[in-house]
């Protein structure tokens, strides 16, 4: 190339410039980005052409897989903070098919199973089937819904006449399990898997094998298992209750899944393998306590290798509830409704062993009750206690414990304070007087003549428990007499009398955060009626039943001006830490659910009533000089065995704080129901009743 200069002065000039910038420049430049461009050919032609088949496998045997990792379960305590439903930190054995050699599984749950038998911990066991003392394969009693999964379409496919051998025989085949195990072995690792199979265990879900392991066993498990993939120990959160006794139906419990619950709830995240609440707050409150997944995020190589890890979302824990009720009321109600329904029992045989009656109703029979205690200004649940009960912890992990409840006759299960339905005798006669007075069917003055035997209508006599001569309603409620309410009822009708009693809570469902009955009302729910259900209704008898919950309700409603509020059971809601509130129920900002439809005046009256039950009525033997005044109806119910006995009242009569219904299923006698309200009002007024006993004395 020909290069130029020209000399101007001193100074030699290039001709050969494109804006300053040199030709050689430009064509070092040039020479370099052809260079750069060839290698990358190159490269590219050595990935796609000589190695492409090398790094295609390598794309083709890696996969990502995205795991769900558990939440904390949110905590349940009392209204001043006393530990409910807790987690405690502890350690659980988990299998993960991600990590395994391939067709691993029996191998090693036949280990885990010989080192747990060895060191005497337990494994989660859901098959529903046992070995008797013969050696044969029998189904576990009271478990017909798990041995219809396990006979279903989705598992063995068999029917339903099928039996536990038959159901063995296929599962073994299922699973593959060959080996010279003994039964009790072959049924351990059968167990295993067929809960594996219920979990959903793949490559994207874990199985928890056993939780709660103690820390020898995480020693175990640590040395025996460090060379095999597939097991190891985590911490986990365990669920306790750490007053297991103290009200159980309420409080609930948690376990795996159904596959019914699973169907319902996959679109809201669960999994096969979740936990979830199965009874009470822990059922309830669900969507508060769980809290939510998290997930983490594993590459592995199709050799079993994992390749990488990542959490993608960090699992956040669930709420803490705090309920409305008191530990320490609770326990005391507890116990008192447990020593009235023995005595009651005691006394009642030894009055039928004394008697010669052919049909013995002393109460004998009498082995069930229930108590429920509101706050008048916001309707919370302040106690509620059922007799029999159970202790949750030993129901949950003692097999035998399990099986005694579930035989024990007087259903100790059986919530009977919220699901128990019972016909309320007498108690339902405020509710009554309020309604006829309010549709103008009598007014405060209007008597009628008691002579012990209604018969308004043919073929049908209704007997009152005694000859109270011409008396107004007042007086009516006071004696309890069943002649003046069955004429209130006929002139008033079972329509307009049902309107009313579901506007006072009877009947229909509170709406309380735990499962409860709907109860039933005559004629609504009757299958068939006659013109004289219409007087044994109001009275308290025909097809009416409510439960406890729902005959407090109405006596708070009654209590409260007529305004029915929510019944509800939990407090507050906040977060786990118990640093912010999610949100809470108080006075202030109580739910109206509807108001009865009673002017004050008759309100009044019937309250006043109320009183005089108390004062010189059928209450009096117990209420007639109590020192704080109460309003109050007894109630005598009859069904097949001994009578019911029933109760409701509030306190203090001229400033409402606490309403109170009692049952006492077949006691006989009102002392008992009457005796265990009067000890539960000793217990809340205990300070002031002492205060007003101390005022008497100081004169």
Request: charged share 25%; net charge negative.
């Amino acid at each position: 190339m020909a290069v130029l200069f020209k000399f101007e002065g001193a100074r030699a000039v290039n001709e050969n410039k494109f804006d300053g910038i040199s030709v050689f420049r430009i064509a070092t430049c040039i020479i370099l980005t052809v260079i750069i461009f060839f290698g990358f050919v190159i490269r590219l032609f050595n990935w796609q052409i000589v190695d492409g088949s090398e790094y295609a496998k390598t794309v083709v045997d890696t996969s990502k897989y995205k795991i769900e990792t558990a939440a904390v379960r949110g905590e349940i305590l009392d209204s001043k903070g006393t530990d409910l439903a807790v987690n405690v930190t502890g350690y659980k054995i988990v299998i993960e098919k991600l990590y395994m050699e391939k067709n691993s599984e029996n191998d090693i749950i036949s280990a885990l199973i010989d080192l747990m038998t060895e060191k005497n911990e337990k494994w989660i066991d859901v098959l529903p089937i046992t070995i008797d003392k013969n050696g044969d394969y029998q189904f576990i009693k009271n478990k017909e819904s798990e041995i219809a999964t396990l006979k279903s379409k989705a598992i063995l496919n068999l029917n339903g006449y099928a039996t536990a051998q038959d159901c063995m025989s296929w599962l073994v085949e299922r699973y593959k399990i060959s080996g010279d195990y003994s039964k009790e072995k072959m049924r351990s690792m059968i167990s295993v898997r067929y809960n594996m199979e219920k979990s959903g265990f793949s490559m994207t879900t874990v199985y928890t094998f056993a939780e709660g392991i103690s820390q020898d066993m995480v020693a175990v498990i640590s040395e025996n298992f460090q060379n095999i993939p597939g097991v190891k120990v985590e911490t986990t959160s365990i669920r306790t209750n750490p007053n297991s006794t103290l009200m159980p139906h309420i409080v609930g419990y948690v376990a795996a899944i159904s596959k019914e619950e699973y169907d319902e709830k996959k679109d809201d995240g669960y999994k096969l393998n979740d936990k979830i609440g199965k009874s009470g707050i822990e059922s309830g409150m669900e969507s508060y306590l769980r809290g939510n997944t998290g997930i983490k995020e594993v590459e592995r190589a199709d050799d079993g290798n994992i390749v990488g890890e990542e959490i993608l979302r960090k699992a956040e824990p669930g709420n803490t509830l705090y309920l409305t009720i008191d530990s320490n009321l609770q326990r005391t109600v507890n116990s008192i409704l447990a020593k009235n329904v023995r005595a009651a029992q005691e006394e009642g045989k030894a009055l039928a062993a004394q008697s010669t009656e052919a049909v013995k109703k002393f109460g004998q029979d009498c082995t069930s009750g229930a108590v429920v205690v509101l706050n008048v200004k916001d309707f919370s649940v302040l106690a509620a206690s059922t007799y029999p009960s159970f202790d949750l912890t030993r129901y949950l992990d003692d097999y035998d414990y399990y099986l005694k409840v579930n035989s024990n006759a007087a259903a100790p299960l059986y919530n009977k304070a919220f699901n128990g339905i019972y016909m309320p005798g007498s108690i339902f006669k405020p509710c009554v007087a309020a309604a006829a007075l309010e549709e103008g069917v009598i007014t405060q003055d209007t008597y009628i003549y008691c002579s012990m035997y209604y018969n308004y209508y043919k073929n049908y006599t209704l007997r009152c428990m005694g000859w109270h001569g011409s008396i107004n309603a007042h007086t009516a409620i006071s004696k309890s007499c069943n002649y003046y309410f069955a004429e209130v009822g006929r002139l008033l009708g079972i329509k307009t009398l049902n309107l009313y009693a579901e506007r006072f809570g009877l009947g229909v469902k509170t709406g309380i955060e735990v499962y409860e009955s709907g109860g039933i009302l005559a004629f609504r729910d009757s299958t068939e009626w006659f013109d004289g259900n219409t007087s044994q209704a109001a009275i308290g008898q025909s097809d009416n039943a409510f439960t406890p919950l729902q005959l407090a309700t109405y006596t708070a409603t009654i209590a409260n001006d007529g305004k029915r509020m929510k019944t509800h059971l939990v407090k507050k809601v906040v977060d786990y830490a118990r640093e912010n509130t999610v949100y809470e129920n108080n006075v202030k900002n109580a739910q109206l659910e509807s108001t009865c439809g009673v002017s004050k005046a008759n309100l009044d009256y019937v309250r006043d009533a109320m009183r005089s039950v108390a004062r010189e009525g059928t209450a009096s033997s117990v209420f007639g000089s109590y020192p704080i005044e109460i309003a109050a109806k007894t109630g005598t119910a009859e069904n097949q065995g001994s009578d019911h006995v029933t109760f409701i009242g509030y306190a203090p009569y001229d400033k409402p704080e606490i309403a109170i219904a009692v049952v006492v299923e077949h006691g006989a006698r009102s002392k008992y129901s009457l005796g265990i309200a009067k000890e539960v009002f000793d217990y809340y007024f205990s300070d002031r009743i002492r205060a007003i006993q101390a005022q008497r004395n100081s004169y």
